[in-house]
């Protein structure tokens, strides 16, 4: 079984502050997605990246993949309140996905 | 375009009681998967669906769990009969096909198990 652990498990900022967040994994994925949940709602689609070393960013979100595919960050820069909610990493490959346990950010105003 | 809809959102309901849930996927999707998410923890999957054959059921518990997707379409899955330890979030996805990167997630059914 591939497992992803994800850290911190919890994260408590303010409005303006960057943090980083982390995926790691002793399995190797062929990709890896990045979701956000938020409270009563079903994960949304971040990103996904596929190869290793890859960096991708959306407006204030920078994702990495780690060099040999086994891990992944995600850095917020200059945090806001929209930010938060739970962020879930997903390993894939064999069209599976696993999930972590994620990392509940609160970013307060 | 329409996204994944599951019903009900809530169910409170006791133990050794039955209970279903539906969901409808993105139209034209062709893998379906139930995931069981409990408080404080990411998705785990519960079975996996490539049109109306089952791709992946090995976290499913069989003897309390079904779950199926006639004609490739809608799914159900059912809980018969519940325990305190059903209580979770039950999320339905849909993707356009096995191995496809993006999962789309339906909003989830929100279980409670007294």
């Known amino acids: 079984t591939q497992l992803l652990e994800q850290s911190p498990q919890f994260l408590s900022i303010q409005e303006g502050e960057n943090l980083t967040v982390y995926c790691n994994s002793s399995?190797?994925?062929?990709?890896l997605q990045w979701y956000r949940q938020e409270p009563g709602e079903g994960p949304v689609l971040l990103v996904t990246?596929?190869?290793?070393?890859e960096v991708k960013k959306l407006k204030r979100l920078t994702f990495q993949f780690g060099d040999a595919r086994k891990d992944s960050s995600l850095h917020i820069t200059a945090a806001q309140p929209g930010d938060t909610g739970l962020y879930l990493c997903a390993g894939g490959g064999a069209g599976k996905s696993t999930f972590g346990d994620g990392t509940t950010l609160t970013v307060k105003p | 375009e329409a996204g994944v809809a599951q019903s009900p959102r809530y169910k409170i309901i006791e133990k050794r009681q039955s209970v279903a849930f539906w969901c409808n996927p993105i139209?034209?999707?062709?893998?379906l998967y139930w995931y069981q998410q409990i408080l404080g923890q990411g998705p785990k999957l519960l079975i996996q669906f490539q049109n109306n054959g089952v791709v992946d059921d090995s976290q499913l518990p069989k003897d309390r769990f079904s779950a199926e997707r006639l004609k490739g379409v809608d799914s159900t899955l059912k809980i018969q009969p519940a325990k305190l330890e059903d209580s979770a979030v039950y999320l339905c996805?849909?993707?356009?096909?096995?191995?496809?990167?993006?999962?789309?997630f339906g909003p989830g059914t929100r279980l409670l198990v007294l």
């Open positions: 399995s190797v994925f062929s990709s």
């Open positions: 139209s034209g999707h062709a893998t």
């Open positions: 996805a849909s993707s356009l096909v096995t191995g496809a990167e993006t999962q789309y």
């Open positions: 990246v596929v190869t290793g070393g």
